[in-house]
C-alpha cells in the first residue's frame, strides 16, 4: 500500500512558475513509476506528465512539452512537478499517481494502469 500526498498548488500568474510535490510512504519507493495527471471542472483527467521508478524514463503530455519537468528523490520518497510558463490552459487539480513496476524504466501514461492516488492539489492561473 502506498499512501501519496500532494502540495505545492496555489495561485499564480500566467507566465509564472508553480512547483508541486508528491511525498509518498513505503521503502521501496524506486519501485514504483509515477505520474502526473490533472483535471479541470467539466473535463476528464488528463495526463500530464510521468516518471518511470529508476528517473531515467519520463514523458510529457504534447500540452506540456517543453513547460513542465518531472523528477524524483528517490532517497526523499518525492517526484516533483515543475511547471513554467503557466498558461491559463493550465489551470486543473493536479493528482500523482504510483504503479509498482518491476522494469526500472517503464513509464505509463494512461490513467487506468495506476494502482494508487493523491488527494489532488488546486492549481490556478491568474490572466
Known amino acids: 500500500q502506498v499512501q501519496l500526498v500532494e502540495s505545492g498548488g496555489g495561485l499564480v500568474q500566467a507566465g509564472g512558475s508553480l512547483r508541486l510535490s508528491c511525498a509518498a510512504s513505503g521503502r521501496t519507493f524506486s519501485s514504483y513509476a509515477m505520474g502526473w495527471f490533472r483535471q479541470a471542472p467539466g473535463t476528464e483527467r488528463e495526463f500530464v506528465a510521468a516518471?518511470?521508478?529508476?528517473?531515467?524514463?519520463?514523458d510529457y503530455a504534447d500540452s506540456v512539452k517543453g513547460r513542465f519537468t518531472i523528477s524524483r528523490d528517490n532517497a526523499k520518497n518525492t517526484v516533483y512537478l515543475q511547471m513554467n510558463s503557466l498558461k491559463p490552459e493550465d489551470p486543473a487539480v493536479y493528482y500523482c499517481?504510483?504503479?509498482?513496476?518491476?522494469?526500472?524504466?517503464?513509464?505509463?501514461?494512461?490513467?487506468?494502469?495506476?494502482?494508487?492516488w493523491g488527494q489532488g492539489t488546486q492549481v490556478t492561473v491568474s490572466s
Open positions: 499517481a504510483a504503479r509498482a513496476t518491476y522494469y526500472g524504466g517503464s513509464v505509463y501514461v494512461r490513467d487506468t494502469e495506476y494502482d494508487y
Open positions: 516518471i518511470s521508478g529508476s528517473g531515467g524514463g519520463t
